[in-house]
């Protein structure tokens, strides 16, 4: 096998992901951005899309490659390929060790490579690397066109540094500068090269820097510095998470470290940015359930999303950006593109689920802490946000909750599930006009149920009880509109004609979450989210086999995305199949363990057999936000754990522990004012719960086993 020939050159390297507010680098296990999709991107736009390291003209041999437990520091571990001959000597391979070391902070990538010479005589070491910046916006590299581009501008050299440039057409100067100490042997606009003396045992430093020129030199100090801050950042106040099993400890700390790297510190508040590459930025479906799958936990995330979301409200009614007054953000970019409207999402609301998820979450968040601070801040959008939910439901046909595109250029399918081919009838033809998925009527129900709660709090009770009312008789319209008997299910949608779509999809178990069915339904779909077609073995498929459309390599019609398998099963937790949910915490975590304990934006939804893990889908974001919360959202359906910070109590019905799990520790839970411990332990045959920490305030632990 030739060195063109190699793994590393075919591109079959994992990649890395570095991530520091609105800046994140995607490169490959050596540390190289060469791929098509790679590259360090800044407010969607790529500033780096080319950065190379070569030894005598090739790539290094990889020895490991790993990311820091907090995800903030990238190391490679690099060794030569036979170097070329130094006084009639050559020097072999694998003597010289290159460690490669990264991060990312304000905005600028700071690249330490360390050279050691373990021959037995003295090397000279040629290194080269080559750099480029297309400038291209996100959806460019998506594979979007353009009938024009901005300009390249003249690169700008100096003795140790390069200046890349692009004025776009919105006017903007985007600026990338590329920083080298000590100063290389020769420079030019696409390459730097160095030759590097070392003795024998002797050890060398290089030092890059590539960003936005800041006028700092780059050197030992300066590097060793930015390494300490950010190993001192402050960490987060969530409640933590312990249990007896070592690897399952993994899952759950790599779960928070990547949900980490993705916060990014807003002026609102922290805010998860969906995921990496296609979705750093702030979506607000995203965030939201995100939010409702840690709220146990981190109540300060969710604080923070919802702030941001009724910061960025929509007020005016727009067709190009599917706005209407009220409605809540679906997604926001900050690149060319969106800024001179070729895409609508610089702030774009074509989402239909976001508004009543965002006041479910706010109603959640409310119940769950005991504090109406937050709550009554963004009160006035609450309102708004309820008033757009009464408006849909009273232009919508049969009162319920429809979306569709104002403009060619929306999304087409506004819920979670925006394939274009992801809602369809029994034989697979696609619905024309508007349409009401089902599950977004499931969370129009909770959200009015949900402000009903936060009007009684507030001694606004007619307007409680109006809202309980229409809640009640939504439900009622979702069981007689969307139930089919022969099929013991709920269908996945109506059409603009009310017509079902008579489809078996997991859609319907997010209805459970919301506890819209009555219970023998409940139950049924609980007995088909959990039957061979749609459990997967490896989770619940999107859609269930032998449905028309079914691709288990599909995006939305047969594929397990984390995040749904996890609503689901909280679901069938409320109808009170809690040995599922141990069944699917099980699937999860054997999933996670195939992919270095990350469960990423989805995967293919074939049968699991023995002997195979979980196959891949090939552009799954990986980390991505849902997913990373999935693991929490899970074992809060399997501890059967509810916190009430109003009463300050915590309610635990029927817990379980996951398979091969004795015991789980949540130390510093929040309850109203006050932080408690709790142990869950497997004694016998039951669970019991263990309070291990005394507090000023009373707190009730109800525990039924």
């Known amino acids: 096998m030739t060195a063109s020939d ?41 500033v780096l899309s080319r950065y190379e390291l070569r030894i005598a003209g090739d ?33 072999p391979q694998g003597v010289i060790h290159l460690e490669r070391t990264r991060c990312l902070s304000g905005g600028r990538l700071y690249e330490r490579l360390q050279l050691t010479n373990f021959s037995e005589a003295a090397a000279v070491v040629p290194l080269e690397l080559r750099f480029q910046a297309d400038f291209r916006d996100i959806f460019e590299v998506k594979g979007h066109s353009r009938p024009a581009r901005g300009t390249d ?118 805010y998860p940015y969906a995921g990496i590459p296609w979705f750093a930025t702030q979506f607000g479906r995203d965030a939201i359930i995100t939010g409702l799958q840690t709220l146990w936990l981190d109540p300060e995330l969710s604080a923070g999303v919802l702030s941001f979301l009724a910061s960025t409200q929509a007020q005016e009614e727009s067709a190009f950006r599917d706005s209407q007054p009220g409605k809540i953000l679906h997604e926001a970019r900050r690149g060319e593109m969106a800024a001179l409207g070729e895409v609508p999402f610089g702030r774009y609301y074509g989402g239909v689920d976001t508004t009543p998820l965002f006041v ?13 601070r937050v709550v009554d801040g963004i009160w006035h959008q609450i309102m708004a946000a309820t008033a757009w939910i009464e408006r849909q439901l009273d232009e919508g046909r049969h009162g319920l909750l429809y979306y569709q595109r104002a403009r060619e250029s929306g999304l087409k399918n506004q819920a979670w599930k925006d394939s274009q081919d992801s809602i369809f009838h029994a034989d697979g033809s696609l619905p024309n006009g508007a349409v009401a998925v089902v599950e977004v009527q499931g969370y129009a129900y909770a959200a009015l149920n949900g402000v009903a709660d936060l009007a009684s709090v507030r001694g606004e009770f007619s307007m409680a009880q109006r809202w309980r009312e229409r809640a009640e008789t939504l439900r009622a319209t979702i069981e007689r509109l969307y139930w089919m008997p022969d099929m013991g299910f709920y269908a996945i949608a109506l059409d603009d004609d009310g017509e079902q779509c008579k489809i078996r999809a997991s859609n319907a178990g997010h209805l459970l979450y919301c506890a819209v069915p009555e219970p023998d339904r409940g139950a049924s779909v609980c007995a088909q989210l959990l039957a061979a077609d749609t459990s997967s073995g490896w989770g619940i498929r999107t859609l269930a086999e032998g449905q028309v459309r079914y691709n288990p390599m599909s995006y939305h019609n047969g594929s397990v995305w984390p995040h749904d398998t996890a609503i689901c099963a909280a679901g069938i937790a409320r109808y009170g199949e809690r040995a599922a949910v141990v069944r699917i915490v099980s699937e999860m975590f054997e999933v996670a363990s195939h992919f270095s304990m990350r469960l990423p ?105």
């Open 6 to 46: 190699t793994p590393e050159r075919r591109g079959l390297l994992p990649r890395f992901t570095l991530k520091d507010s609105d800046t994140f680098l995607l490169a490959d296990a050596l540390g190289d951005v060469r791929d098509a999709d790679d590259g360090m991107f800044t407010n969607d736009t790529r």
């Open 153 to 270: 501008l003249p690169a700008r050299q100096q003795e140790h540094a390069v200046q890349l440039a692009y004025r776009g057409l919105d006017g903007v100067l985007r600026v990338t500068c590329i920083e080298f100490s000590p100063a290389p042997r020769a420079l030019d606009t696409h390459s730097a090269q160095f030759e590097v003396e070392l003795g024998r045992g002797e050890v060398a430093h290089l030092y890059v820097k590539i960003g936005v020129a800041d006028g700092i030199p780059l050197e030992r100090e300066r590097f060793d510095a930015i390494m300490r801050e950010l190993h001192e950042r402050e960490t987060s106040s969530a409640a933590v998470i312990t249990t007896s099993g070592r690897l399952f400890d993994q899952w759950i700390e790599r779960s928070r470290s990547d949900l980490a790297l993705l916060t990014t510190q807003l002026a609102t508040g922290p």
């Open 601 to 705: 934006e989805l995967y293919c939804g074939f049968e699991r057999v023995a002997g195979q893990g979980p196959v891949p889908y090939p552009v799954a974001c990986l980390p991505q936000a849902w997913a990373c919360g999935s693991v929490f959202m899970l074992l809060q359906a399997l501890l059967g754990l509810q916190i009430s910070g109003r009463r300050a109590e915590v309610h635990i019905h029927r817990p379980e522990l996951p398979v091969g799990i004795e015991s789980i520790t949540l130390a510093g839970l929040a309850v109203g004012e006050e932080r408690i411990n709790l142990e869950f332990q497997r004694i016998g045959g039951g669970i019991v719960v263990i309070p291990t920490q005394h507090t000023n305030t009373k707190v009730r632990v109800l525990a039924h086993l």
């Open 360 to 372: 479910m979450l706010a109603a959640e968040y409310e119940r769950h802490t005991g504090s109406r």
């Open 59 to 91: 790539s290094p041999s990889l020895l490991g490659a790993a990311i820091c437990q907090d995800n903030s520091v990238f190391t490679a571990h690099l060794t030569n390929r036979p170097l070329p001959a130094l006084n009639e000597r050559s020097v």
